[in-house]
């Protein structure tokens, strides 16, 4: 199992098409990937795409991949780390990608200087609580989401 940071310069279309023939399903909550979508993702500072690809002999496949960014608070410049999605390909859960996605991101966080890491799950993704909670995190806070959304101009 390899776990990537992709770089702009990377080949895109290559991952974009993995993307969106992997294996997903309701849990992941998924819209189809494009290369100029994830080309300007990539393009902000302070963001991070990983993807997680087996090594076994034979091909390459995605397992997973996983989207954060670095935001410094506005008081005192500090860093910290919020993670915004980990998504597992459905026939791939349990088998440690999700663990090897958030290593790589937490690694990354330390590399980078950020103070702490903040991420979020529903309450009813037992998958995703367990994999989190296996992480041995200092806290974990009971939280109420808000979503705003607008509609189409």
Known sequence: MIVTVVQPEDDLARLVGEINSASWDDANDMDPYDVDSLAAYLAHQGTVFVACHDDAEGGRRLLGMASARIEVKPYGGERWFYVDEVDVCADQRQRGA?????????????????????????????????????LQPEDVADVVGYTFTFPEP
């Open 98 to 134: 999700g663990s090897a996605l958030m290593n790589k991101l937490l690694e990354f966080a330390r590399e980078a200087g950020c103070k702490e890491v903040w991420l979020g799950t529903e309450r009813d993704n037992h998958a995703a609580n367990a994999l989190y909670l296996s």
